[in-house]
Structure formats: structure tokens, C-alpha cells
């Protein structure tokens, strides 16, 4: 066995299971992958299949919102205090200086681009109309050339989601097979391996934390529906004979 092996034998056996990833956070990050392929595949589709699209942009705006307030009041490594890092940081961690669990410098940059842009994409369905028969619920809200051109940039940032798809799985691929570490594994049992002996577990997002997230989850869900339009006028009254 050659000196390179042996070493990674040794930390091997010095690595340790940390708590990183809740519950939550997993559920989370696993659903909006399933929601952003199908609202991606259903607006391809076109036709009867928009009515889909529009449902998976209103979860995916539930989703968001949910992880915007987790993100506050979630646990240790789920909140954006812990994982959002200065310039500084980023440089460390780009000169091989940085230590710690959760999203990296360089990482965390990347989740805020996709959370953004994603917001951004649901926020604009919401007024966007294809000129056949799909309205965004909020559609009544805007003037047809708002909503023309809002429609337009909703259409054109779906490169820039594939982009930044395609930069988060080429670092998955990368530190799997480069940096020997699975990235997607703790994403599913919540356990990141570590060898630093002063890691600490996540702590806090508790059950009360999570009810307050679902809450302004669902809120946000039924306001973006339409829930605060008033309602639409009764029909005619049927012509006298």
C-alpha cells in the first residue's frame, strides 16, 4: 500500500458522524428538485400540461418561502447567517484554508443564486400568460405589457437555472471524485463525516419554528393563488323570453 492510501486510511478511521442537515432542510432541497424538473418538463410540454406548471410554481414559491424563514430560525447549518460568508472566507476557502461543515464559501454563493433565481421565477409566473389560455394567478393585478414582458425574462432566465444546475452537480461531481467527499449522502441521512474534533452538531429549528415556517409557507401559497383578489363578478343573468 503506498503512502498516498495509507493516509487516507488514517483519516478515515479518524472521521467522525456529525448532525448536519435536519429533517427539514433535507425534505426540502429533495422536493424542490422533484418540482423544478416538473415544472420545467410541464412548461416544455405547453398545452393542457401549464395548468401543472403553474401548480409547481406555486409549491415551488411555498417551498421558498419556507426556506427563507427556516433560514432565520432553522437549525445551525440551515440558517444563512452560519453558511453566508464574506469575501474573506471565500478566499480562504479557494486557497485550501477553510474548515468547517455545511455549505462551504463558495457553495453558499451558489444556493443563494438558485434560491434567488428561483424566486424570482415564481414570482414572475405569477403575472405571466402564454397569449393562448394560461394566466398567472395574479394576472388580473398588471397591465397585458407588464405581464408580456415580465413573461419574457421568466422565459429567458431558465438558462440561467440550467447554468447554475449545472455548476452545483459539476461541484458535486468534483468533490466526489477529486476531494473524496459525498456531498449528496449527508443530504439524505443528515451526517456529514468530519475529522475536526471541535464540530458540533446542528441545534435549534425546532417544532415551533417548523410550524411558523409552514405557516408563512402556506400564506404565502394562498396569496400568491389569487386568495386576496376580490372575487371574480356574478354571471349574467339569463336573457327573458
Known sequence: MDNTALH??????????VAVWDLPTRIFHW??????VGS?????????????HGTFGLAILGLLSFRLVWGLIGSTYARFFTF????????????????????NPLG????????SVLLFQALSGLVSNDDIAFNGPLY????????DWMTGLHRRSELVILLLVAFHVG????????????????MITGLAQTTDAEARP????????????????????????????????????????
Open 140 to 147: 388580473p393585478l398588471v397591465s397585458k405589457a407588464y405581464s
Open 108 to 115: 453558499a454563493l451558489s444556493v443563494v443564486a438558485i434560491l
Open 31 to 36: 422536493s424542490l428538485v422533484l418540482l423544478v
Open 202 to 241: 446542528a441545534r435549534g429549528g425546532g417544532p415551533v419554528a417548523f410550524v411558523i415556517a409552514v405557516v408563512v409557507a402556506l400564506t404565502a401559497v394562498w396569496a400568491a393563488s389569487g386568495g386576496m383578489l376580490p372575487p371574480p363578478p356574478p354571471p349574467p343573468p339569463p336573457p327573458a323570453w
Open 40 to 52: 420545467f418538463t410541464s412548461g416544455k410540454i405547453g398545452g393542457n400540461a401549464m395548468l401543472w
Open 171 to 186: 461541484a458535486i461531481i468534483y468533490y466526489l471524485k477529486v476531494k473524496r467527499r459525498n456531498l449528496v449522502r449527508p
Open 84 to 103: 453566508v460568508r464574506g469575501p474573506g472566507a471565500v478566499l480562504a476557502y479557494l486557497r485550501g484554508e477553510w474548515r468547517g461543515l455545511g455549505h
Open 8 to 17: 487516507n486510511n488514517e483519516v478515515d478511521e479518524m472521521k467522525r458522524s
